[in-house]
């Protein structure tokens, strides 16, 4: 693919990234600066604000343009800015990239539904379900705004550090109007972006929760040191346990598969930089939950949204001897020894 003829194209007048002249993003943590330093650099003149609750973090992102707290060393393009004050952030954006942590949606949702437009779309990159409801982000979001919003989910295989350094990234735009997800598409492509389109929201958004779950899970297995065959195991039978549960939702099998699926699930469970496989691997060493949860300054979406699959499984009627592990090892009914141990032993079978 001649990727200059493709640039070239997209940045006549009319694209997306050409008509916009403001975007907010909700959120002031390590993936939402980052996706919002992506669009500033491909636009100099594009205005990019976040919407921080922190004064501190705000005065630091206007004074040196940098996220100390979440992406330290990081310089962010001189186009993008924070604030605290919700209306002022929103008015005059085209477009809202939400990168506020799952737990924390609804409640921020109904604290600004009042400045952001029902027209405008939201872009989502927050992955994982809620506590209590058992809600996706495509549930949670009209449901916190009590109004149809256009909304695409945006997922796949990106560290928030990698995406700052400009490395190579691939993610899927899925939305149930294809034609949203083509516009979303083109905001966010870039050289060193590939953006893919899916109508399927379902399959995006389970993948992108229980793969945290999944990688708490291997996680457990490499602090425990149990070597590489344990660890490809145990990784093998959790794709298979996400896949049977998406596809109970309805999702398609074939999303399993790519960027939001495999991919996502590969970088999550083997990646230095995953913040649910560290809490994983500190468990496995025989850290408290609570120390750990306590000594992160990021939340790992993973740890509240195992508990949710567990009701998932049994609403359901599907198995998911992994994902469950790990709810039991959070909330201390197991050990982590104690799992590996369920785990091994549960009955020998033919591999569908």
Known sequence: MRWSKVFNTRKLAGSPLEAAKKIVVFGGGSFGTAMGCALARQKPDLEVVLLVRDPYLCKDINLLHENT???????????VRATTHAPEAIVGAQYAVHAVPVQSSRAFLQGIKEYLPSSVPIICVSKGLEVGSGQMMSELIPSALERKQPAVFLSGPSFAKEVMQNRPTGVVAACKDAKLARTVQALFASPTMRVNTTTDVVGVEICGALKNVLAIAAGIVEGMDLGHNALAALIAQGCSEI?????????KPTTMSGLSGLGDIMLTCYGDLSRNRSVGMRLGR???????????????????????????????????????????????????????????????????
């Open 243 to 251: 896949r049977w549960l998406a596809e109970k939702l309805g999702a």
């Open 69 to 79: 707290r979440y992406l330290k060393g990081f310089k962010m393009p001189p186009n």
């Open 286 to 352: 025989g850290e408290r939950l609570e120390d750990i949860i306590a000594s992160s300054s990021q939340v790992a979406e993973g740890v509240a949204t195992a508990g949710v699959v567990v009701g998932l499984a049994r609403k359901y009627r599907v198995s998911l001897p992994v994902l469950t592990a790990v709810a039991q090892v959070l909330d201390n009914n197991l050990t982590a020894r104690e799992a590996v141990f369920h785990i091994m032993n549960l009955p020998q079978i033919e591999e569908a």
